[in-house]
């Protein structure tokens, strides 16, 4: 095995490794700034596929939003917001804490409330295209 190794790298010369080492270092600048989400400016809460609540994430407030099951308590805080309490069985938007990063989205299916974060650059993934 590294009679092998030894003979292909061998045949490399030093533009070769320029060239691989330049393809990483744009494939980790890419990483950094396409999937990073900017920092959020504000808050969209909707109930029953309407908007209930636009808000600016720069005080602390609490936001009741009644739906089919009651009332989501949405928490809001200079920067980040998160659903603090819900009445749905399973609690999966409550358990995914602190939305920090524009575009994340946190949803209470059985109550039909969403949280959504705003901002000027957005993170995407699979489930916004």
Sequence with gaps: MKRKLGDWWALLRPGDVLVVLAGLA???LAVRSLWQGGAPDGAVVRAGGRVVAEVDLGRERLIEVPGPLGVTVIEIQPGRARVASDPGPR???VRQGWL???GAVAICAPNEVSLSLTGRSAN???LNY
């Design 91 to 93: 609690q999966y938007c």
């Design 100 to 102: 920090t990063q524009a």
């Design 26 to 28: 744009v494939c980790g």
């Design 124 to 126: 995407y993934d699979s």
